[in-house]
């Protein structure tokens, strides 16, 4: 019997230590995608993919790059992607921010190798330009029941802290239970000052990440849109779900505003995650949400976002984790104890 899924792309910080090595792991059948990609990367003069996958050691300092980081991610996801089962129909496609991208290629609006060009493109140019920063905070404690009175108290200091002169803060994501904030140093550490730590670990700076997202990215998307041109979108094949919850259909998508929106909005205004996980649940009504990898991070943010629409009744928590330990419909396939759901 036919399944029906959504799949989510994850974007920055998902290829990490237990990464490395995942596209020779899971991937060696499809090292011929994976030269092309190479033979895109030594044209700009970068180390090979297959090469920064294959290494004996993982470093915070190379791989967290822009320049790595999403060549790497992005390979991972769109082999995932193309390894889903025979017997699952993918009835829509998102992702979460540099996700975005990724989704592009799984859905059909870029080639393999034109969505390779774009993620590696930006990328790259985020790392040579590295504006700003991001940090990230949850709005929800661990039971994952919704507090909109306290987001709307985060987001009204960051407001505060903006409107002082030399301080730049903004929304970059909104990712389930958490914010994920960007701005200038100034910014980030006026908000690091101003509230309290959570879970030992929040407020957390995100290593070599710009303030994406934010309008101290429009050089970089004008660097993106003078690089890239909109003759390397098409018609997706597969319905996509964008940052703001929009829907791209097949045959309907004016393909000039895609790339308006992939260069433009998607990369200097803030990308609504949650609403687009929402958006998916609530329009495509999928049996599954399969997160392709690599990294497992982003099933939270997942879970988080149903639970705060109350979908199918989940109200917290313990709902959702009875309900998956019940029947899994929520994949990560960067998990081992879960990838064979997905791939069959």
Known sequence: MTRTAVLICPGRGTYNKPELGYLHRHHAQRMDLFHSFNALRAEAGQQAVTALDGADRFTVNTYSRGDVAS?????????DAQAVADDIEVVAVT??????????????????????????????LMQDHLIGGQLVYPFIGDDWVNDSARKEELLTEVARINAQDGHTLGLSIDLGGMLVLAGD??????????QPGQQ????????????????LQAPVAAEGRARL????????????????????????T???ALWNYTLGHQ????????????????????DLFIVAGPGATLGGAVAQSLVLADWRGLANKPA???RQDAQPFLIAMGRDDQRALATG
Do not use: C
Not at 267 to 286: C, G, H, I, L, N
């Open 95 to 124: 992702g979460n921010s540099m996700g975005w991208y990724s989704a592009l290629a799984a859905g059909g609006a870029l080639s393999p190798q034109d969505g390779f060009r774009v993620v590696n493109t930006m990328g790259t």
């Open 254 to 256: 004016d393909t000039q």
């Open 229 to 252: 041109g909109a003759d390397l979108f098409g018609q997706p094949e597969r319905p996509l779900i964008d940052g703001r919850g929009k829907i791209w259909w097949p045959a309907a």
């Open 185 to 194: 140093e100034a910014g980030l550490t006026a908000f690091e000052a101003s």
């Open 200 to 215: 030992d670990r929040f407020p957390m700076r995100l290593a070599n990440h710009a303030a994406f997202h934010t309008a």
């Open 71 to 79: 060549a790497l991610i992005y390979a991972a996801s769109l082999a």
């Open 267 to 286: 990369v200097t205004e803030p990308y609504d995650f949650t609403r687009a996980v929402q958006t998916a649940a609530r329009e495509f009504a999928p």
């Open 320 to 322: 959702f984790q009875a």
